[in-house]
Every structure is written in C-alpha cells, then in structure tokens.
C-alpha cells in the first residue's frame, strides 16, 4: 500500500508544482486543460532542472530532496498570488480514472511492494544501474578504471551519458524518486513508470480539450485509454522513457497544434516542455515537427492570416527550447541521430549475423494478429485459436478502416490528436511494407492515445445518435474484449513464470536485494549468474567490493569506448553510411573540456573465442585476493547444476552464496563465438534463452529453449566426472521430436551422449575429461543437430500475409531442464526409482532416473530405454500399456523387443489394444536397464497430434511379490478364461499341476517363469512337461536357479498343460508343501522373428536353430536342423544383412554342399531348403564379419533372419 501511496503521492506532488507554473504562465486555453497538463509540466520542469545541476557535477542525493522542497514552497506561493481555481467537480471522474488504472495495471504493487520488478527486462536494469550512477555522481564525473573492472557496475553507464550522450530524463526522474525515498532505483523504477503513465492519461485529457470543450470524449478517452492493453503493456515492460515521452508529445501537441493564446507566456510553457521532450525522448520529436509542418500547410490553405504569427510562435518554441537545453543540446541531436541509424542498422544486422530475411525481433507486428493487437483484442505474443482470432482481425480491420477515416475528420478540425495521426497512420504502412517490425512495434504504442481517443469520439457518436444506453454497452463490450489481454499482460508481470514477456522468474515474489556477508572473509566476489537481469540487479548491491561476472561482461553493449575516437577527431571519415553522423562534430564545443582531453578509462570487451578465453576480463583469479565469495541464482532458478547443487550453501532471497574454495564441479556458462548468449547480436545462434514453463507440467517444471552448443567452464573439477543432461524435443513441434543421438560431450575427447529415440530424455554419459587452457576447465555440449525456429501453424485469415516470419524466432534444437557435472560415485549412488507410472510427474520425481526416448505424457516411439533401481534374479518386470486404436495396428499389429541389463528377452507381437508385458529378472545389479524397440510407429492424430507413437505406458515395475489372480481373467473374444489347477495365488505350485487355456484365434505362447528357491530342502527341481496329452519337456532347475518355459498353443483350439515334479518340500514359515515358484504366466502375442527364432512355426511343425537371437540377428553363424515330415516340401529362409558399406560374404552349407553369396544392401535373400519325409535336414549360414548395433543395443551382429516359412 506504502508503495501505491508513493506513486499518487508523486502525480499529485508533480501536478502541484506543474499548475504553478501554468498559473504563473496563464497560458489561458481553458481551466480544466490547465489541470490535464499541469503534471507533465511539473515534470518538465523537474527533469530541466534537475539535468542542469547534474551535469554541473551535482549528485541527485545531494539537490534532490532540497530541489523538491524549493519547488513545492516556490508552488506554494503561486499558489497564494494567482490562487487558480480548481474544479474538482469536473476533474474527479478524471481523477478516479487515473486511479483506477493505478489498481488496473499496477495491482502487482500491493502484492510485492518495492520489490516488484515486473517483466525485468535488460532496459530496466540499465535505467536502474544509470540511475544509480546519477544518484551518486555528476553527469561528467569520470570512472576508475578499479570501478569499471567490478567495484561499481554503475560507472560503466558513463560511457552511455557522458560519451555517447543518450538522453538521460527518465534515469534522472528514477534518481530523484530514489533520493526521496533511499530506496534502491530498482525498488521506486516501477512506482516511478506508473506515476508518468498517469501523467500520459492527463495530457491525453489536455489533447482532447484543446478548445477548452469535449470534455465528455476525453473522459470516455481517458477511460479506454487507461484500459488499453498496449497502453498497460508499455508500463509493465517498463519502457520508461517512452510512457514519459509520450506524455510530453500529447502535452506540447495541445500548445503547439493550435492558434489559440499565442502569447509569449505560453511560449515558455511551449519552451519547458519541449526542452524536457529533448532530454526525456527525444525519439517522439519528428512527430511534433511533422505535425507542426502539417498544420501550418493546412493554415495556409485556410487561415492564412494566422501563419505568420503561428510560424513565429514556432520559431520562438524552439529558440527557447534550445535555451533551455544548453550543452544538453548535443545529447538532443545525437539521439536523434543514432535512433534514425540505428532503426535502420536493426534490419541491416542480416549480413553481420547470416540470418535470413533480417533480424526480426518482433514478428507479431508483420502478421494479421497485429490488426487486432493494435486495438487491444488481441495480446502482443499469442499465436491464436481459430476462429476467434480470425474474428478478431476482422473485427480489428473494420476499426482500423474507421480510425483512419476518424484521423481526416480530426484533421478536418484542427484537433491536435488528428495532426498526429495523420503523421503516425501513414508511418506505420511504411514501416509495414519496410518489414520493419521494431519500429512497428514501438509506434503502435506510440499510437495508443490516438487509437483510444478516436474510438472514444466514435463510442460518445453512439450515444448521442441512439441512446447513451446502447452507446455504452458498445463500449462495455469492447472493454470486455480487451481485458484478456490486459490480464495475459498485468499476470505475466508477477514474474511467477518464465517465458514470453518475463525475463526474471522468482524476482518480485523472493526479491533481488544482497547484502555481503561480514562473517565470512573473502578479497571479492565472483558469480556464475547467467542472466543479463539478475546479474546487474546483483551488481547494486555489491559496490565497492572487486565483483566479477564468469559467464560474460554485461557491459560491452554499453561501454562503447570507439565514440572517444570520433569525437576527438578533427575531421572523422565514417564512411558513405555515416554522413549524418559526422555532422555531429559541429556540435563538439557543447562539451567539456575532460571530455575532449583528459584522461579515459579504457574499456576491453571480453573475448568470445574460445581459445583467447583469458579470463581476466571477468574473473578476479589474477588478483591476490585469496578466497572469494561466489554468488549464484538460487539452484530452483538457476539453468544449470540442478542435479549436482552442491551443499552447504548460504541464501538471500533470490541468490545463493558461500566461499569460492567449497565449490567443487560447478558447471558455469562461457558466452562465446561458438555458444553465444541469448542478450546478444548473434541471438539466431544463441546457447540458450530465458527459462520458461513446460506447457505440458501446467507451469510446474521448467525448461529452456537450447541452441546446438553450450560452452562450460567447470571449477574445481573432480576426477572421473559424467555430464547429466535433461533435455526434451517434444515442444518443437510435428516432425521434430526425435531426440539427438550424435549429440556429444567436447572434452579431452569426443563422448557420446546416449540419446535414443523421440521425445525426452535424462541422460548420463559416459567418463570424460574436460580440455584444460590456462589451467581452466572446459567442456562443450554439442548436441550436432542445426537449430531451426519452431513452425507455429497459421490457421485462418493468420495466413493473409506475413507467413514467411516464424512467430517464434528462436533456433533451437530442444529444450533443455538441466545440465551438470556429477562425479563417478555420485552416478552410481543416483536414486533411482523401481516404478514409474504417473508421467509426467514421475519424471522430474525421480530425478535420479535416467531414461530416453519417452514423451513426457506416456507415449513412448520406436526405441526407448529407462535405467532404474536395482533389481535381484527372481524380481519380474512388468510393462503396462496400450497400442493405440489406429488402423495400421488394428490390422499389422506391432512387435516389441524388451531387453533387461542389454540382453534381449522374447520379441512380442502386439496389436491394439491394452497389454501387460512381465518379464523374469535373472540377474542382480545395482542399475537395471530396460531397453525397447518396437517394430514401427505411427502418427497418433493427423489434426490435433501429429507424434509417432507406437504404444502409450501406463506402468514399468520391478516387482518381489507374485500375484497370478490376474492371469485367470485374461479372456479370449469369447469370455473363456484360462483354468489353473494345483496353482496357488502366490506362485506356488503342487506337485501336480494343470492349465487349461481357452481357443485363440492367433498363435500364441505361454510363458511360465519358475524359481527354485535357494533356501529349498531339495537339491534341485524336475518338472516334466505335457501338452495336449504329448511330452514336451523335462525341466531340472538346481536350487537357487531360475528357468523359463515356452509352450507353444494351437491355434482355434483349447490346449491343455500338465506340469508334473519329482518332489516337494515344505515352504518356510508356511505350512504348505509346494514343489516350485511360479514367478509369472502370460500368454505372448509372439512375433514372427521370435517364433521362428525359437523353432516354431504357426502350423505346428517345430525344428531345430542355433545361434539365433529372439529378434532374428545372427552372429556370424547359424544353424537349422528340420525334421523329417510329410507335410511340408520346402523350407524358405530369407536374410538380411547388416546395413555395412560394402556387400557381405555369406557362406551357405546345406546337403553336403558348400557356396558363397553375396548379400547386398536393402535386398533380402532368400534360401530354399528341401525337406525329406524320412530324415531330417540340416542348413547352416555363416559369416566372416560382424558389426556393433544401434544404440542403444551393445550386440555386435552380421545379419538378420526375416522370414522362415514352409511350402
């Protein structure tokens, strides 16, 4: 509330002072126009004066709170001798609504305070840090050359002022507020932006009464204007300069853009605040100056008599207004000057940065959206839905034909409002057709009390032409349509989320203040602070203490030291480009002597190649400070080293902090030519952007967008160190999920990272060792894939034009949660989970879980793999899902293959449908491997869900307990179910057992997993095996063992298995007498490789392989034994060969002869074998060669049975 105090303290403070002037000045344009622009005059006063005092070397701390008192008592005593009047009646509802948008739009100050930071962009951050430096210093003052290496980041900004003459009003407005309150810039930045958008709304109030009537239009003005979402935005993005511009081009327009009272009185007021306009923005100039060339053009045509005088009004302004600048005049110009190039140089940036179609940071402005937007239906940054943004822009379209033929009415009335319009409207096609999309951006905020002005007249036409009652539900309507947008803009600010329009997460709400700790001794600072924000929030707070930034210098865009040569050159050549830039010598007596001659700090830009990487531009390591205390953001909020933090860290709000020696394999981001930083001009290459949430966790976790490189230094590395990174594809959208599996760790060498598949990933790699140059650390993330901006579909009339911009300019390979360093041991000792079922929240559960190629909501693609916790022979794996519903599945089905610890198990065909896959663990381990490929994957949804999947999971245990209650449901179409006799629930199994299997119409398998316990009193267990009446088996399994049996079923028919032991014994602390343990029973959807693999063939006929794999693959050798039969003539066996460059030699021996084939590549071969009713026959391939396998698969293989088949 303190705060919201403030900032109507501040208005009404300001209003004060403004009135006394315009009382003093009796400008005579009306009383309530003298109120409407009585605040932007205060402040045009304030900021004249309070420029003039600093650049004579004055700290605001020192004038500021005695300039406050002498202006309010000097007010004061206008006040008593002009005693103007004040209509209270007719100015609350103004009032009210200036308050009412405080609440609307600045809501979040009740919530946070001082601490509110908003958005947290870069420009606040240097409006701030500038502040400071005019808090404490005067406009000329030269830095240290100590300071500007880490003692006083403030100091870098005389670079900005001092040399580069920017303008300087709204960091000198944010000074004075600070030397009021003793707040730090940062906490008054926002009171202080809201309280000059107020002062926007009253001088849109002083545009629309500028003949002292329509007061009814510019309260229902001020009313939508405090309601436009561009309006708000413009405040929450904290373009401070702007909302402070913007206010003074409305108030000079309502004195320069008419002939009324041209007396010299007004010309001081024109004077003030002109002068004010060239030190707070001079940006907004050019639209004066053409509206002034335009109005007089017009008074020629229709008021020639008033031309004279007007012109020499005009000219009387700007002597004036030249006056009062004095030597600021040179800041005036130049910015001019370096905003015109710079707009331009914006869009020439393609050659510099080999980026396609320009540098497009704001593409929304070059798309249909943008119609809308401009009327605030639609919020800055959306792509969409049909049909309601299709809606919009029709509806958009029809209000911007209406306001440009509302601009020539207004133009038509010699309303000032409509003069700079007619210079705004055309401007903006041109810049359209340009593709200029910053200037775009900008002038539709510009633009805005325009915008709301017209549409006020339009809505006051209503009511006067209906009735005000329909007039105003119009208007009702149209508020209600923009208030989402304002609220997409006003929650963004609260900064609890990442992305999009916020820069910071977690500022506001935890705060950004620090204070270095007396109980600790360290010689400086260091801190591996990756964003641009945080870090010079950061820098505030550790002045006078050596502080230095290891992921990059955050200053090189603003200590330009080149314009030193420029402006001690006695003729600069710039080039062909830069004439107009040479023009600004002319100006160079404006400045001081210091300036011109003395001595200057030098400023070295970090170098961003990788080898020259010396670090002693922004690491203290040089210095004989001893230890040092390190700062970073708090682990939650930070990019990087979630999975290995560290322990023993100290925090205050945001940051986290402890001495430099405790730290071991801290990972820290270099900036450089390879992986430069988001805040750069080589964005279009970026490592890596601003956090935001994962759509898909509701905002609960939180990735960022990544580019193909990141750059790490790592500190006090230990030996044997792995790299864990977390990373996703799946936001990139259709055709773009699969995951990079060249990707690789840069070190000592080059090592793999274990990607599979499509979709997320956690993934460990394997021991590395980074590269050392000068005694430091490094390692780089290549993921080795090309980054490529994510297609945001167009739908609608979005494909009007403009479908050539990418709605989201970011290259980027993937999302990435987390990358870090962990230690050997610490890899080993991962928590890893047993089970895993609730995606995707599972996922960030069990961070200790390593696992590729799973989407994060459960679908699951060709190829995956999880490494979970341990496991012992005896446990069963159990793998739950569903084949989605889709024809291909329906009618070919699917085969899987699990593999446990990289051994394949039984490849297993599976159609639509739910399915519950258990598999005998038979070894122990500490880390149990799940490896699966299905046979292919389909695109689930062409509209909505263009992924190819190839099952959803529901489930994947290890499990101790045995349950086979589930086993007696399982039915066929019919509803007949298996019988189970002599079978407990638990397992055990009698001495004598049956199963009684009902009629499938496919072939089938039934799978029996058996253990013998080490702890029974038999020696082994011999179990004989029965099928349909037949022998089939005999199993002997010494104690302590397991086995598994496979009993092929007859199709269309019931089959009956009977198991039968030697011996029984009784279980401990059970009174039962059991002869085995069933540890699981399932029927197998076996697949064609794995039936063939095994000897079986669907008919029935049964005959001997060796060597084979489930899966078809060979390992230099097989052989095939067939017994003799009647029913078939010929054997049919086809071949494959390993994917090799060249063509592989295969040896074939079969009735007693020998040859050679050659197998090609993508050809399948195929051997006909014929078969004898009498004997058997045997065929046997082999091969010189084998070849390792895909990842994941460690076998080495030469080729691949496809097909056996009999004729």
């Not at 008033?306 to 800041?331: D, H, M, N, P």
């Not at 505030?540 to 230095?548: A, L, V």
Request: glycine share 8%; net charge neutral; aromatic share 12%.
């Amino acid at each position: 509330m303190i705060a919201i105090l403030l900032v109507i303290g501040l208005f009404l403070y300001l209003t004060f002072i403004g009135q006394a002037v315009v009382s003093a000045l009796k400008p005579r344009q009306g009383l309530l126009w003298s109120w409407f622009i009585a605040p932007t005059v205060g402040l045009a006063l304030l900021v004249s004066i309070m420029t003039r005092l600093n650049v004579w070397g004055i700290p605001v701390r020192t004038f500021g709170p005695w300039l406050t008192v002498a202006l309010g008592l000097a007010a004061a005593a206008v006040f008593v001798w002009r005693r103007p009047k004040l209509p209270w009646r007719k100015l609350a509802p103004f009032f009210l609504i200036v308050c009412g948008y405080l609440l609307y739009t600045g809501w979040p100050l009740l919530r946070f305070g001082f601490n509110w930071i908003s958005y947290g962009n870069d420009d606040m951050a240097n409006y701030c840090l500038a502040a400071d430096r005019f808090l404490n210093h005067g406009y000329y003052d030269i830095p240290l050359q100590t300071q500007l290496e880490g003692s006083d980041y403030a100091q870098h900004y005389w670079y900005m002022h001092a040399l580069q003459q920017i303008r300087p009003g709204s960091e000198l407005t944010v000074s004075w507020v600070s030397s009021l309150t003793g707040l730090n810039p940062h906490e008054v930045f926002m009171p202080a932006i809201l309280m000059l958008s107020m002062l926007q709304i009253f001088a849109l109030g002083a545009a629309a009464v500028y003949r002292g009537r329509h007061r009814k239009i510019a309260l229902l003005g001020c009313a939508l204007f405090a309601m436009s979402p561009l309006f708000g935005l413009g405040t929450l993005y904290q373009l401070i300069a702007q909302v402070g511009g913007i206010a003074l081009l409305l108030a000079t327009s309502s004195v320069l853009l008419t002939t009324r009272s041209l007396n010299p009185r007004k010309l001081v007021l024109a004077g003030i605040l002109t002068c004010c306009l060239g030190i707070l923005y001079p940006e907004v100039s050019p639209f004066v100056a053409l509206s002034i060339l335009l109005f007089a053009v017009r008074l020629r045509y229709t008021a020639t008599a008033k031309l004279k005088g007007y012109a020499l009004f005009i000219v009387g302004a700007a002597v004036l207004t030249f006056l009062f600048l004095g030597t600021s005049t040179y800041e005036f110009v130049n910015t001019l000057v370096m905003q015109s190039v710079g707009s331009a140089g914006l869009g020439a940036m393609t050659e510099i940065n080999d980026q396609a179609g320009g540098l497009v940071l704001f593409p929304w402005t070059l798309v249909p959206s943008f119609i809308p937007m401009l009327v605030g239906l639609h919020p800055f940054g959306v792509v969409g839905i049909d049909p309601l943004i299709s809606i919009q822009i029709v509806v958009g379209s029809v209000l911007l034909v209406y306001l440009l033929a509302r601009a020539f009415s207004n133009v038509m009335q010699n309303s000032p409002v409509g003069y700079l319009a007619a210079v705004m409207f055309p401007l903006g096609f041109f810049l359209f057709f340009k593709g200029q999309d910053f200037g775009l951006f900008k002038l539709a905020m510009f633009a805005q009390p325009v915008v709301t002005l017209f549409l006020a007249q339009g809505f006051a036409w209503l009511m006067a032409r209906y009735s005000p009652r329909k007039g105003a539900v119009v208007m009702g309507i149209y508020i209600a349509c923009t208030i989402p947008s304002h609220v997409y803009y006003s929650y963004a600010s609260l900064g609890t989320y990442g992305g999009g329009l916020t820069e910071v997460v977690g500022a506001s709400e935890l705060g950004v203040r620090f204070t270095p700790p007396k109980d600790l001794k360290y010689g400086g600072i260091e801190s591996d602070i990756s964003n641009v924000v945080t870090a010079k929030m950061l820098s505030q707070y550790t002045q006078g203490i050596d502080t230095r930034f290891l992921s990059r210098s955050y200053m090189d865009n603003i200590a330009n030291i080149a314009v030193l040569k420029f402006l001690r050159t006695p003729d600069p050549d710039l080039g062909p480009q830069a004439r107009i830039i040479e023009k600004l010598a002319m100006l160079r007596f404006l400045l001081p002597d210091e300036l011109m001659k003395g001595d200057v700090p030098d400023y070295r830009v970090m170098s961003i190649q990788k080898l020259d990487n010396n670090w002693t531009e922004t690491s203290s390591r040089h210095l004989s400070y001893g230890d040092r205390l390190f700062v970073a953001v708090r682990a939650d909020l930070d990019h990087f080293n979630k999975a290995n933090p560290g322990t023993g860290w100290r925090y205050e709000n945001m940051y986290q902090y402890k001495l430099e020696s405790e730290l071991k394999d801290r990972l820290v981001f270099i900036h450089s030519e390879l992986s430069p930083h988001y805040y750069s001009s080589a964005r279009f290459k970026a490592a890596f952007f601003q956090r935001e949430p994962e759509p898909i966790t509701h905002k609960k976790v939180y990735f960022h967008g990544t580019g193909r490189y990141n750059l790490f230094q790592i500190i006090h590395p230990s030996p044997k160190l792995r790299v864990m990174i977390d990373f996703t594809c799946t936001s990139l959208g259709y055709g773009r999920s699969k995951l990079p599996d060249h990707a690789v760790v840069i070190g000592e060498d080059d090592y793999k990272l274990p990607f599979v598949g499509h979709g997320s990933a956690r993934v460990v790699s394997p021991i590395i060792k980074p590269e050392y140059f000068e005694q430091q650390a490094y390692i780089t993330v290549d993921f080795n894939e090309k980054a490529a901006p994510i297609a945001k579909e167009k739908t609608g009339l979005m494909r009007l034009y403009g479908n050539k911009y990418n709605l989201d300019d970011r290259r980027l390979v993937g999302f990435t949660r987390d990358i870090s360093v962990i230690t050997d041991e610490q890899y080993q000792a991962l928590p890893r989970p047993t089970r895993i079922s609730s995606f995707p929240w599972d996922l960030s559960k069990y961070p200790g879980l390593e696992y590729s190629g799973l989407f994060e909501d459960g679908w699951i693609g060709q190829d995956a793999y999880f490494k979970m916790g341990p496991s012992h022979p005896g446990q069963v794996l159990t793998f739950k899902g569903f084949v989605p519903d889709l024809p291909e599945f329906q009618k070919d089905g699917v085969d899987l293959t699990v593999s446990i610890n990289d051994k394949p198990t039984e490849v297993v065909h599976l159609k639509s449908g739910e399915f519950k896959l258990t598999r005998l663990i038979t070894e122990a381990t500490n880390i149990t491997s799940i490896s699966m490929h299905f046979s292919g994957a389909r695109v689930y949804d062409e509209k909505e869900d263009k992924r190819s999947v190839s099952a959803f999971v529901r489930e994947i245990a290890i499990d101790d307990q045995t349950d086979l209650s589930g086993f007696g449901q399982l039915a066929n179409p019919k509803g007949e179910k298996a019988t189970l006799t002599g079978m407990d629930e638990d397992g055990w199994l009698a001495q004598k057992a049956s199963i009684a299997t009902p009629a499938f119409d496919d072939f089938k398998v039934l799978k029996l997993d058996f253990e013998m316990p080490g702890w029974a009193s038999l020696p082994k267990a011999t179990v004989r095996v029965s099928l349909n009446g037949k022998p089939y088996e005999t199993l002997n399994i010494p104690k302590a063992n397991y086995r598994t049996l496979y009993l092929p079923l007859i199709p269309a028919t019931k089959n009956d298995v009977q198991l039968e032991a030697d011996g029984v014994f009784t279980i401990t602390g059970d009174t039962r007498e059991r002869s085995l343990l069933v540890k699981n029973i399932s029927f197998e959807n076996v697949s064609r490789s794995d039936l063939f693999a095994r000897g079986w063939h669907p008919s029935g006929y049964r005959f001997g392989i060796d060597r084979a794999d489930t899966d078809g693959w060979v390992d230099r050798r097989v052989s095939f034994t067939f017994p003799a039969t009647e029913r078939f003539r010929k054997a049919y066996v086809e071949v494959v060969r390993f994917p090799a460059r060249s063509d592989l030699p295969l040896t074939v021996e079969a009735a007693g002869k020998i040859e050679t084939r050659s197998l090609q590549l993508d050809k399948t071969e195929r051997f006909v074998v014929p078969l004898s009713d009498v004997e058997e026959t045997k065929l046997a391939l082999s091969a010189d060669q084998s070849y390792p396998l895909a990842s994941p698969d460690t076998r080495s293989r030469s080729f691949r049975i496809v097909n056996i088949d009999f004729e």
